[in-house]
Nanobody, 127 residues
Framework: QVQLVESGGGWVEAGGSLRLSCTTS????????MGWFRQAPGKEREFVAA????????YYGDSVKGRFTISRDNAKNTVRLQMNSLKPEDTAVYYC????????????????????WGQGTQVTVSS
């Protein structure tokens, strides 16, 4: 059974930092593209970042570029999202997701591309 479990969410003041982690089991982690998405109340799920199998390729949504960094540790079956300079508009539930296909820039931003999802972790940024 495939499981993705996010952790590291919480409350932080604007300008602060948080690091999210997503630990997986039940899949061959090193063969999956990993992504982070977020969803604020009343809004659609939004692409945040994605990383290729080896970690050599990354891609970010425009709203987080330069502030967030995605990374992975294939030995630990874990993907992380370092979030710096947080803003109130970053407040959302953050989800990690796994895609068994190759890293394709045209598709990694789409929720439909991903095969497995975690339950999400809440991030709240106060002004």
């Amino acid at each position: 059974q495939v499981q993705l479990v996010e952790s590291g969410g919480g409350w932080v003041e604007a300008g602060g930092s948080l690091r999210l982690s997503c630990t997986t089991s039940g899949l061959t982690f090193s063969t999956y593209v990993m992504g982070w998405f977020r969803q604020a109340p009343g809004k659609e799920r939004e692409f945040v970042a994605a990383i290729s199998w080896s970690g050599e390729r990354t891609y970010y949504g425009d709203s987080v570029k330069g502030r967030f960094t995605i990374s992975r540790d294939n030995a630990k079956n874990t993907v992380r999202l370092q979030m710096n300079s947080l803003k109130p508009e970053d407040t959302a539930v953050y989800y990690c997701a796994a895609d068994r296909r190759a890293f394709r820039l045209a598709l990694v931003t789409s929720t439909r591309e991903y095969d497995y999802w975690g339950q999400g972790t809440q991030v709240t940024v106060s002004s």
